[in-house]
């Protein structure tokens, strides 16, 4: 969702950065930084990671489309990320 609904390109290392602070708390825990092959991995090959700018974006445009036309795929998520912020 994040590199579908970013602002940006997000960078490899930025997303495994945001992925470290656990919902409801403001405090990175360093221990929480996935490594760049399971985050690939968990995303069940929907994202690919550039080996020149390291930049993460999805496989394929359409999927890209598919999630811009369908924003209420994840909107639970979105509702529950507002309440704890």
């Not at 969702?1 to 992925?19: G, K, Q, T």
């Not at 602070?21 to 690939?40: C, M, Q, R, Y």
């Not at 036309?69 to 704890?84: A, C, E, G, M, T």
């Amino acid at each position: 969702m994040w590199v579908s609904h970013a602002e940006r390109p997000l960078r490899a290392d930025e997303l495994c950065h945001a992925l470290a602070v656990e919902l409801g708390s403001t405090e990175f825990n360093a221990d929480n930084i996935p490594s760049i092959s399971t985050l690939v991995g968990c995303c069940q090959g929907l994202i690919t990671v550039d080996k020149e700018s390291s930049i993460v974006r999805l496989v394929h445009f359409v999927l890209q489309k598919y999630l811009s036309v369908n924003p209420d795929i994840f909107i639970h998520l979105i509702r529950q990320w507002q309440r704890s912020a």
